[in-house]
Each structure stands twice: as structure tokens, then as C-alpha cells.
């Protein structure tokens, strides 16, 4: 079985080698506002995207839009003509990248996902296919980091799976690889209390809004995910929280602000 999986995944990684990609490297836009990127590329970040997932023909009517871009620049706008390393955890096709790409111009960009179906490429883009729970993947990734002198990010967004396990196993695993004075985004962090089957949260598990608030009063907490040493790291290195609402019922984003 496991060879069957290794063997369909080298398939498809070769697939994805040789497949057509829009260069953006070659693509001008005169979009200035991340809102306008977010739209035009159709993320859900964005405030008016076409909802990706209905099956009607004409869905022009039916926009979707957690409306997020208004929180990424006011927190970094600071960032936007500098030389950064972005991370972003969960690309899909790559929508959100391609908006980062032309926000940061100067940007160097890594994205991870346990598909390949990002359809970019540039110089400052590199993608690589990791399953964030794989120790395997995440050694590949590690490699690939090293080899591109790239251990340390400026920002690090997490717009994966958004399981409740994975959300925080994700946090203890990548927010010591945020530079100092940067920050780890979550994104979608309530979506586990709306839709059932992300929710695998224990029942002595607080939810994620009560850890955000734990944290920022250095109290230690009952975790199976976040272990004692990692939250005494976060007491350590987190200056500030901020957590904003979206447009939808649903949009809940964080940002975690590194010492």
C-alpha cells in the first residue's frame, strides 16, 4: 500500500514537473491594493470571489469573500517594499500566492501543499508538496529550506487544512521559524466550531480564541498539542495577538506577533 502511494505520488510530481504554468514573472498588473489582487486571482481572502465550490454554471451572483485584506496591510504594509521571506501553508492553485507575489515585490515566497495543483511559477516562488502531519515531507521541506539558505521567515501563513489538531500542531512546529518582529498568521481558526469534520478537538482541549488568550497571559494550559516547553517558547516570543473578524460568519484571522 505504502508503495502504491509512493509510486502514484512520484506520478504526479512529474506531472506537475512538466506541466504548463503561468509565469508571473512575465505578467504585469497595475492592481496596487491587496484587495484588488485577492479579487482578481480569486482567493477567498479576497471580499468578492466567485464561490469556487458551487456547481451552477452562472454563479456571478453567488460571491463568497472572507474580506481579509484589510487586516494583512494593516498589519504589513511595513513589510511591503522590503526584501522578506513569505511561507504560506495550504496554496491550493496558488491564488493567494500570486497575490502576495505582486503585494511584496520583493519578496521571496515559499508555499507548501499536499497537492499539485499550484499553477505558478516564478523566481521568487518556490513550491514544495508537503503534508504538514508527514515527518517525511517536512524533512524534504527542511532540506529544501537549507538549500536555499531560507530558515527563517518574515511571515509564515497557515490557511491549511484548518482542523483543529492540525491548526495547532502547524503552530508548534513552524512559528520558531518566524523571524523576530515578525508574524504567524492563522487563518480560518473558528472554522472547526462550524463545520464538524475539522473538529477533533479532546474534550479537555480549550478552543483556539481561549489559547490565544492563555497565551497572551502566560498561563500554562492542559494540551495534548501545544507541549509545556512550546508554551513556555510562546511566553517568551509572542509580543502581541491581534484577532479580527471577516466579512463571513466564519472569518476569524489571527496574527502573532514575534518579539
Given amino acids: 500500500m505504502r508503495l502504491k ?30 484587495n484588488e489582487l485577492f479579487n482578481y486571482f480569486g482567493t477567498d481572502k479576497g471580499s468578492a470571489v466567485n464561490n469556487p465550490y458551487s456547481k451552477d454554471t452562472d454563479n456571478t451572483s453567488k460571491l463568497v469573500g472572507h474580506g481579509y485584506a484589510k487586516f494583512y496591510e494593516l498589519h504589513f504594509n511595513y513589510f511591503k517594499n522590503k526584501e522578506i521571506k513569505l511561507l504560506e501553508i495550504g496554496t491550493w492553485k496558488g491564488a493567494s500566492i500570486a497575490s502576495f507575489y505582486y503585494y511584496f ?81 492563522i487563518e480560518d481558526f473558528n472554522h ?15 478552543g483556539i480564541e481561549d489559547i490565544f488568550q492563555i497565551l497572551k497571559n ?12 512550546f508554551q513556555d517558547y510562546c511566553f517568551n516570543n509572542i509580543s502581541e495577538i491581534s484577532i479580527h473578524k471577516g466579512a463571513q460568519q466564519d ?4 496574527f502573532i506577533k514575534k518579539v
Fill in 192 to 206: 472547526y466550531k462550524y463545520y464538524p469534520h475539522l473538529n477533533d478537538s479532546p474534550a479537555s482541549s480549550p
Fill in 218 to 229: 502566560k498561563k500554562k494550559m492542559q494540551s495534548i498539542l501545544l507541549s509545556k516547553d
Fill in 5 to 34: 502511494k509512493s509510486i502514484l505520488n512520484f506520478y504526479k510530481e512529474l506531472i506537475f514537473i512538466f506541466k504548463k504554468k503561468i509565469n508571473l514573472d512575465l505578467k504585469k498588473l497595475d492592481l496596487t491594493s491587496l
Fill in 105 to 185: 515585490n520583493k519578496a521571496v515566497i515559499f508555499c507548501l501543499d499536499r497537492n499539485y495543483k499550484f499553477q505558478f511559477r516564478s523566481n521568487r516562488i518556490n513550491f514544495c508538496y508537503c503534508d504538514t502531519r508527514n515527518n517525511d515531507d517536512i524533512k524534504n521541506f527542511e532540506d529544501l529550506l537549507i538549500n536555499k539558505k531560507s530558515e527563517l521567515f518574515d511571515i509564515i501563513i497557515d490557511d491549511g487544512s484548518h482542523i483543529y489538531s492540525d491548526i495547532l500542531n502547524n503552530f508548534e512546529n513552524f512559528f520558531k521559524k518566524v523571524k523576530p518582529g515578525g508574524f504567524y498568521v
Fill in 251 to 254: 472569518s476569524y484571522i489571527a
